[in-house]
């Protein structure tokens, strides 16, 4: 197998070193540069079939540079690295043709992977990406693990594209921040991005919030009203926990999608739209549609791509980097100058998340608030812990009924919204007469008339 031609481009003289020692070890033609230009003179009269190319290079952006190299060779297999992972250089890197998208410091293993991915790309050439001009964003997507590494690219990859999104992943884990990722470094960001939370909302307001509706289409519609699907024209509409919404309504969203219209509640005209659908959901989608609580159409026409998002739990390495990032808002904010001792850091690291990073930035806010000497030390972490410990405990002892009545409530919700407000037909599926119904909705809170199918 021929060995592979690379160039590398760093300003650092040691990576350039550690690149050319390694992939001459490998049995490939290494040649390094420190300065662009010397790397562009040498292109012009030599082949290459891999580059590596630092973001930062002085006074030099590795991305526009890494333009101008696959214009000279196009068929070069271009990597872009750093050492500040972020969704905007791996937007932009994608936009400006980059293939692959890595952090330093590099090990064995993964030049090896590059190596093997670029013998690919060099026989079977990838289909170049359409490009797209994004603007730089300040992320509030903090990490560098390889998981995180692999959420950049994916957003970088299908924020050029128009293709519906699904986003999984539990709660707190940050699922809204990668939705409006993706429609900052679209073609749409000069359009609105409008989040839903579906599960807030009964069937019958979802749709009006959704469609809109005509004046007159029902008690209390006193005006007409236009829809956020409308609304959104040209933009991006994230509907957060879509599959909280019932049968019914999934009917409706899946006819929108499909023919790219609107019909508002009480209108027999249609509005063509242009929205581009993100959606999320911090539940199991397959199993839920193997329990016919989903719609297995629906769902692939809204995960046409799907990127799911690691708990915190399984990149711990990132969570240095969020503490840092959390503390330098809470200074900023509140004008203070609180530090952490790395000993509190490293115990942050060995606790459990189950809220992911918004429990942790919680936490952190927490432990910033009441550090004594302003800085947090490592037996205030412990405090913390003890008492999340303690809470944990007291919510599980004294919640348990508490529990039990909201798994009810939850149950005769879900089957009013799958009957459409039909009281008759609910009490039916859950085997109870009607005045039974009546008492529990009173005992549970439920508002009947809210849910009516009128």
């Known amino acids: 197998m021929r ?77 872009i690295m750093t050492a500040h992972v972020s969704v905007e250089t791996a937007a932009r890197s994608v936009a400006e043709g980059a293939v692959d998208y890595v952090s330093k410091p590099l090990t064995i293993e993964q030049l090896r992977a590059i190596c093997q991915r670029a013998r690919g790309f060099r026989t079977q050439k990838a289909e170049p990406l359409e490009e797209v001009a994004a603007p730089v964003h300040d992320s509030a997507i903090i990490g560098s693990s390889p998981k995180m590494l692999a959420i950049y690219k994916a957003i970088g990859r299908v924020a050029a594209s128009n293709v519906n999104v699904l986003i999984t992943g539990g709660s707190g884990t940050g699922k809204e921040l990668v939705a409006r990722a993706i429609h900052q470094h679209s073609k749409r960001t000069q359009q609105p991005f409008t989040p839903v939370n579906c599960g807030s909302f009964t069937e019958t307001i979802l749709e009006s919030e959704l469609f809109g509706h005509e004046k007159g289409a029902f008690t209390g519609a006193n005006a007409t009203h236009k829809g956020l699907v409308e609304a959104s024209d040209g933009g991006t509409l994230f509907l957060d926990e879509v599959t909280e919404t019932t049968l019914g309504f999934q009917v409706k969203l899946l006819r929108v999608i499909q023919e790219q219209q609107v019909r508002r509640v009480g209108s027999n005209k249609y509005i063509p739209v242009d929205v581009r659908i993100v959606a999320a959901s911090n539940r199991d989608v397959p199993e839920l549609i193997r329990q016919g609580q989903f719609r297995e159409d629906l769902y692939y026409r809204l995960a046409v791509v799907q990127i799911a998002i690691p708990s915190l739990e399984e990149r711990r390495e990132d969570i240095p980097l969020l503490v840092r990032h959390f503390l330098q808002q809470f200074n900023a904010k509140n004008e203070r100058e609180v530090s952490i001792e790395p000993e509190a850091v490293r115990r942050l690291q060995e606790m459990n998340w189950p809220g992911n990073v918004r429990e942790l930035e919680n936490t952190v806010n927490r432990l910033a608030i009441f550090a004594p000497t302003g800085q947090i030390s490592r037996a205030d972490v412990e405090t913390e812990a003890r008492r999340a410990q303690e809470n944990r405990h007291l919510e599980t002892a004294a919640t348990a009924p508490d529990r039990l009545v909201e798994l009810e409530r939850e149950h005769i919700v879900r089957i009013l919204k799958l009957t459409r407000g039909n009281k008759s037909e609910a009490a039916r599926r859950l085997g109870i007469e009607r005045k039974t119904l009546y008492k529990k909705a009173l005992r549970l809170g439920i508002d009947l008339q809210s849910l009516d199918k009128k």
Do not use: W
């Not at 992939?23 to 390094?32: L, M, N, S, V, W």
């Not at 590795?62 to 297999?77: N, T, V």
């Open 3 to 79: 060995p592979l031609r690379v160039i590398v481009i760093d300003d650092e003289p040691s990576t350039c070193a550690f690149l050319q020692a390694a992939f001459t070890a490998e049995g490939h033609q290494c040649h390094t540069f420190v300065r662009p230009e010397e790397a562009e003179r040498h292109l012009a009269n030599a082949e290459a079939d891999l580059a590596m190319v630092d973001v930062y290079l002085g006074a030099v952006n590795g991305i526009d540079l890494l333009s101008r190299l696959r214009e000279l060779k196009p068929d070069l297999y271009p990597v």
